[in-house]
């Protein structure tokens, strides 16, 4: 099971980014695949999750009406749009996965990490 991140970048604030999550190894439709960042000093966070195979999206309150997660089960990947950004989004952004039966905001509750991709926004 491998997850990959990629898609980060250097953004305006206001500007958008879209955040790919490769998986390989397993379907997207029997895992949930969550997304998280890291701010420098600051523990991880979750952000958003999705469990494609129940229809199951959530996001935390910080970043609810500007960011959208998606999942292409042909591709095999999870997709987060990033609109609106601002410059308290600026983190490394990381995508797990594990067989959940329901979209989980616990990190503790994935085994499967991606690597993570940075994400700077400026002001």
């Known amino acids: 099971v491998q997850l990959q991140a990629s898609g980060g970048g250097l953004v305006q604030a206001g500007g958008s980014l879209r955040l790919s999550c490769a998986a390989s190894?397993?379907?997207?439709?029997?895992?949930?695949i969550g997304w998280f960042r890291q701010a420098p000093g600051k523990e991880r966070e979750w952000v958003s999750c999705?469990?494609?195979?129940?229809?199951?999206?959530q996001y935390a309150d910080s970043v609810k009406g500007r960011f959208t997660v998606s999942a292409d089960n042909a591709e095999n990947t999870v997709y987060l749009q990033m609109n609106s950004l601002e410059s308290e989004d600026t983190a490394v952004y990381y995508c797990?996965?594990?067989?959940?039966?329901?979209?989980?905001?616990?990190?503790?509750?994935?085994?499967?990490w991606g690597q993570g991709t940075q994400v700077t926004v400026s002001s």
């Open positions: 797990a996965g594990d067989v959940l039966p329901w979209c989980s905001p616990r990190r503790n509750e994935y085994v499967y």
């Open positions: 190894g397993f379907t997207l439709d029997t895992y949930a």
């Open positions: 999705i469990t494609s195979g129940v229809g199951s999206i």
